[in-house]
């Protein structure tokens, strides 16, 4: 039985926070951990500036946790919403697992694989979010953008080693 409290602005705005934070501490984890050393790769011409990747990650999922908060908030009770969080879940393992693959064992091609699995979940994701909330389907679209380029980038760093 889910218990359903009275809502305020204050009380959503904390549980937002920390969807926002837990995401971000998630997503964080696996460059604590392993690191991402980038000695060992050559460079393609368009590879952003180191600088740019904590930044366009914080941001991005700071923009999961909103859209997560979102679903979330809906309650569980609705099968969409059920299917929403677990396809969330999904993305995010992957998303997590790219860093492993790609930079602990050095594996661009095992790279490769991992995001174009994720490219799929989040479209997967987005969709199934579209079917709760339009605008936390919203949410993560700049985050496919940026998996996207991130394909684009793994596949040449493989094809220059």
Same mark, same amino acid.
């Given at each position: 039985?889910? =218990?359903?409290?009275?809502?305020?602005?204050? *009380? /959503?705005? #904390?549980?937002?926070?920390?969807?926002? $934070?837990?995401?971000?501490?998630?997503?964080?984890?696996?460059?604590?951990?392993?690191?991402?050393? @980038?000695? %060992?790769?050559? &460079?393609?011409?368009?590879?952003?500036?180191? #600088?740019?990747?904590? #930044?366009?990650? +914080?941001?991005?999922? @700071?923009?999961?946790?909103?859209?997560?908060?979102?679903?979330? *908030? *809906?309650?569980?009770?609705?099968?969409?919403?059920?299917?929403? $969080?677990?396809?969330?879940?999904?993305?995010?393992?992957?998303?997590?697992?790219? @860093?492993?693959?790609?930079?602990? $064992?050095? &594996?661009? /091609?095992?790279?490769?694989?991992?995001?174009?699995?994720? %490219? !799929?979940? !989040?479209?997967? +994701? #987005?969709?199934?979010? /579209? *079917? =709760?909330?339009?605008?936390?389907?919203?949410? $993560?679209?700049?985050?496919?953008?940026?998996?996207?380029?991130?394909?684009?980038?793994?596949?040449?760093?493989?094809?220059?080693?």
């Amino acid at each position: 039985m889910h =218990v359903q409290f009275p809502r305020s602005a204050g *009380r /959503d705005a #904390i549980v937002a926070l920390a969807f926002v $934070l837990g995401v971000n501490a998630l997503g964080a984890l696996p460059s604590v951990f392993i690191g991402s050393d @980038t000695s %060992w790769i050559d &460079r393609p011409w368009f590879y952003p500036p180191s #600088i740019l990747f904590p #930044i366009v990650w +914080t941001l991005l999922f @700071t923009l999961m946790g909103l859209a997560l908060y979102r679903i979330w *908030r *809906r309650g569980p009770s609705r099968q969409a919403v059920r299917v929403a $969080l677990a396809a969330f879940g999904i993305q995010f393992a992957l998303n997590l697992a790219w @860093t492993p693959a790609f930079f602990g $064992l050095q &594996r661009p /091609d095992l790279g490769i694989a991992v995001i174009a699995a994720l %490219w !799929i979940a !989040i479209v997967g +994701t #987005i969709v199934a979010f /579209d *079917r =709760v909330d339009r605008l936390a389907a919203a949410l $993560l679209v700049p985050y496919l953008g940026w998996v996207s380029f991130a394909a684009v980038l793994n596949y040449a760093i493989y094809a220059a080693g």
